[in-house]
């Protein structure tokens, strides 16, 4: 199975890869297969498992409904959501992506199933009507970061994999690693070679500078943003207060500020994006919604601090992280509903500890071990949003998870690349680790902090 790194990183918007972005996609994409030539009278969408349990609060039935009109998350206005929502409440007709259009009420015609189907507990069902007979329907499975397959395709044990033949092929660590030492490469390097499967380096370089200046515009505008989070739990934007502190820190606490400044900025990034996340704005999957924060926040840092950094750093960073990320998906899942959390900010944490360990100069050996480290010391980290919303503790936890993958990176850098624990196995772990998590720690707000916070 060959995945690009712009399968990881994609630009769309919050909050959440799984139960927004992929479900946009699957339902545009079911509108548009619907014979335009039979009347459809009535659409049905029954959602299931943890689309269905954490539905509200990452706004899966909105993420929907705008892809039966023809939206994707790379483009949809966010500004524009709300407005079209109420005027469907009211009474507007839905304009499906096909040009049918038809009466919509979210209260009659949207179906929530806490029961998980075999494939994947990220399930919907979708199904047309006229008059009384059903004319289509299909079942998607999101499988986290905006991939998703239909019923078919998962009949086949089809999840979406691209045949292509790539110059340097890999499926673990080790065989990239010992890639690299056969052909004497740089990891990412190799990834650039095998990136050329599909594009001209020319353009790999343009689109990975344009991810970075995404999520650039994510972090500086969640510096900008004040006020509190939807949802209902009033959580307040702390970004903004932050960096402002940084920028114009009080008299008498310059030397504490100057002592600690570093990890502060990159708190600020991580916080910044997450956000921006959880307020359903524009980001980066990286390489999922819950974890958008920490690839950017490690990559700005270096930007900010590191005087001889480059537009060529920025490529390396991204093309190292996801060669990290390609294998987490492949051997394991970067989906919260599959394995909690350590799927993806643990994932997103050896992304991030690695592309930086490979624009500090390390050898592929020290970026592999970069990795590891990042992602075992968040082996067992559960999915337990408070409210169904990305918001506690998902944004701090990106802030905590970023400096983790920089001291994972210093780490390895002191080191020659050999230690004790490999990558594989620790993404063998993960997991092994998420197939014995108990259902209510994977995204479900059924354990741990999201019932725990809940005053009774």
Known sequence: MAISVFDLFRIGIGPSSSHTVGPMR????????????????????????????????HGTDRAVIMGLMGEVPESVDPDSIDVRLNAIDDGALLVLANGQQLAFSRADDMEWDESCLPFHP????????????????????SLGGGFYVDQAKADQGDVGEDSTALTYPFNTAAELLGLCQQHQLRISQLMLANEKAWRSEAAIREELLSIWHAMSDSIENGLRATGHLPGGLNVRRRAQLLHQQLLHPPENQRLIVSSFTVMDWVNVFALAVNEENAAGRRMVTAPTNGAAGIVPAVLAYYLKFEPEASEADVVDFLLTAGAVGILCKKNASISGAEVGCQGEVGSACAMAAA????????????????AEIGLEHNLGLTCDPVGGLVQVPC???NAIASVK???????AMHGDGEHFISLDKVIRTMRDTGRDMQDKYKETSKGGLAVNAIEC
Request: contains cysteine; hydrophobic residues 50%.
């Open 405 to 411: 993958a920089i001291n994972a990176a210093r780490m």
């Open 355 to 370: 592309g930086l360990a490979e624009v500090l100069g390390g050898s592929p050996g020290q970026v592999e071990n970069a």
């Open 122 to 141: 990220n399930a919907m069902v979708l199904s047309a009507y006229c008059d009384d007979a059903l004319v289509a329907t299909n079942t998607f499975y």
């Open 26 to 57: 699957a339902a545009r994409d079911f509108a548009l297969s619907l014979n335009e030539q039979t009347a459809v009278t009535r659409l049905v969408i029954r959602l299931q498992g943890s689309l269905a349990a954490t539905g509200i609060g």
């Open 395 to 397: 944004i701090e936890r």
